[in-house]
T-cell receptor
């Protein structure tokens, strides 16, 4: 199946720093979802976006649905150790969702 | 709300046996569920889309006779790995779609995953 381009692949940051990651696709989507996955667990939904240009926050997390509908980004402000994990984007059209390659985040205390 | 339960969370079986994994939406009805396979440090690869009351739609390269999917009710989908071999060892995850496909509430809720080890 289709896989979205997600970058960066991995990040090592100091606690308190801000984080930014993005997903791009050659296809247009009408839904963008951002998930966090801890080792050995299923992904947990962070933010859902449904309109081009939409900017949505969830605590320290902010995500935007790109105007072209082919991209989305996720920002994490003032990172903390529990932000460690793998972050996935998912682009959806109707019944189909495709996932990004993942961004592994390591936060150094 | 929106909880998806996946069972078992881990299973070890002998080569040649079949293993069934269940995916249940506990507090909502899911006409569509999805099954994924995930290798270590990799993304989720969609295996098949499971639609209640009809045959599953498999992604290219996924053997439908090997990975049997049944979606008999609005809250339950099962994945059976038939005649499992060591190369089938993986982390299998299901998700259930809430909301209508083109609605402003279309979102996937994931189960916790099932770790399959085939000896």
């Amino acid at each position: 199946g289709q896989q979205l381009n997600q970058s960066p692949q991995s990040m090592f940051i100091q606690e308190g720093e801000d984080v930014s990651m993005n997903c791009t696709s050659s296809s247009i989507f009408n839904t963008w979802l951002w998930y966090k996955q801890d080792p050995g667990e299923g992904p947990v939904l962070l933010i859902a976006l449904y309109k081009a240009g939409e900017l949505t926050s969830n605590g320290r997390l902010t995500a935007q649905f790109g105007i072209t509908r082919k991209d989305s980004f996720l920002n994490i402000s003032a990172s903390i150790p529990s932000d460690v994990g793998i972050y996935f984007c998912a682009g959806g059209t109707g019944n189909q969702f495709y996932f990004g390659t993942g961004t592994s985040l390591t936060v150094i205390p | 709300g929106a909880v998806v339960s996946q069972h078992p969370s881990w299973v070890i079986c002998k080569s040649g046996t079949s293993v069934k994994i269940e995916c249940r939406s506990l507090d909502f009805q899911a006409t569509t569920m999805f099954w994924y396979r995930q290798f270590p440090k990799q993304s989720l690869m969609l295996m098949a889309t499971s639609n209640e009351g009809s045959k599953a739609t498999y992604e290219q390269g996924v053997e439908k006779d090997k990975f049997l999917i049944n979606h008999a009710s609005l809250t339950l989908s099962t994945l059976t790995v038939t005649s499992a071999h060591p190369e089938d060892s993986s982390f299998y995850i299901c998700s259930a779609r809430r909301g209508l496909a083109y609605s402003g509430a279309n979102v996937l809720t994931f189960g916790a995953g099932s770790r399959l080890t085939v000896l």
